[in-house]
């Protein structure tokens, strides 16, 4: 018991998480199937984050299938999501809601 106690001393002082450090972050908004930005330019090789808002009047869908990602947002709802390191490459992304619109795109250099 006193080893336990000792050990949450020591969280307790010391801090129970190391620093980490922030995720680079790209904000994309979704309007009734048009991005804002169309393109995201990402470095090649680093995790990050892109956060999603939905600006227009009704669901929409933040969708990749070769980043095997897929986020559903209801109007006005923002939320975000964490993309692994990528190789150099271009990876399209798409509102599933609104497939007769242009497709986003990723471009890790």
Known sequence: MKALSRALLMLTVTGAMPAVA???SYELTIRDGHFE???IEVPAGQRFKIVVHNGGTGPTEFESTPLRV??????GVTSFVVIHP??????PFFDEFHMDLPEGEIVAQ
């Open 86 to 91: 990528l190789k150099p490459g271009r990876y």
């Open 70 to 75: 897929e986020k559903v947002l209801s109007p």
């Open 37 to 39: 930005p169309a393109r």
């Open 22 to 24: 922030a995720l680079p």
